[in-house]
């Protein structure tokens, strides 16, 4: 029972124009969410993140927003660059009763961003 | 800083060998987790810690050992490799305050033959 989900495997997007990635999850226990992006051969690395008592979220080009009672969040990219091409995975987090947090990631989508 | 650092980065193992895979990071994060990442899919939690001495089976455990001595390393063994546990694996760190990112190494890929 996948509990975030991310149904578009790829999009291609030119350069300059917005690029949307889309995540849906189910648990509501997931208090705070994050994207992460990550190129062939390395680790993810963090980009933006939302708490779930916010529905929006802004970092220069990245915005994250929340649709709570939809259970939907998505990564606005403006304008997008070709360094942009890489796998962005979406990932919810919920506190672990010994402490910690678990993250559950989605499946990734590759963005392609073409000159 | 280094942060999260990762070895071996490739390693090819025969079924039944065992290994560990070393992960050490230099924030003096206390929570330290294991993820491990199968083509096409995203990454599920194996193992996580909350600091030196204590440890949690995460969703996929099954075939898998760690251990935390020390706030820096948090290694995962690995005792009779399975071509089931061909895997890239990822190790992870956060610092202990609610809402923040976990951190990761550049991965282990992993080959069972």
């Known amino acids: 029972d996948q509990q975030v989900k991310q149904n578009s495997p790829s999009l291609s997007v030119q350069e300059g124009r917005i690029s949307i990635l889309n995540c849906d999850y189910t648990?509501?226990?997931?208090?705070?969410f994050l994207w992460y992006k990550k190129y062939p051969a390395e680790g993810p690395t963090f980009l933006i993140s939302i708490s779930s008592i916010k529905d929006k979220n802004e970092d220069g080009r990245f915005t994250v927003f929340l649709n709570k009672s939809a259970k939907h969040l998505s990564l606005h990219i403006v304008p997008s660059q070709p360094g942009d091409s890489a796998v962005y995975f979406c990932a919810a987090s919920e506190v672990l009763t010994g402490g910690g947090n678990k993250l559950t990631f989605g499946t990734g989508t590759q963005l392609k961003v073409e000159l | 800083n280094a942060g999260v650092t990762q070895t071996p980065k490739f390693r090819i193992l025969k079924i039944g060998q065992s290994m560990t895979l070393q992960c050490a990071q230099d924030m003096n994060h206390n929570y330290m987790y294991w993820y491990r990442q199968d083509p096409g899919m995203g990454l599920k939690l194996i193992y996580y810690s909350v600091g030196a001495g204590i440890t949690d089976k995460g969703e996929v455990p099954n075939g898998y050992n760690v251990s935390r001595s020390t706030t820096e390393d948090f290694p995962l063994r690995l005792e009779l490799a399975a071509p089931s546990q061909t895997s890239v694996y990822f190790c992870a760190s956060r610092v202990d305050t609610s809402n923040q990112p976990q951190h990761f190494g550049d991965g282990t890929r992993l080959s069972i033959l």
């Open positions: 648990n509501s226990m997931f208090d705070y």
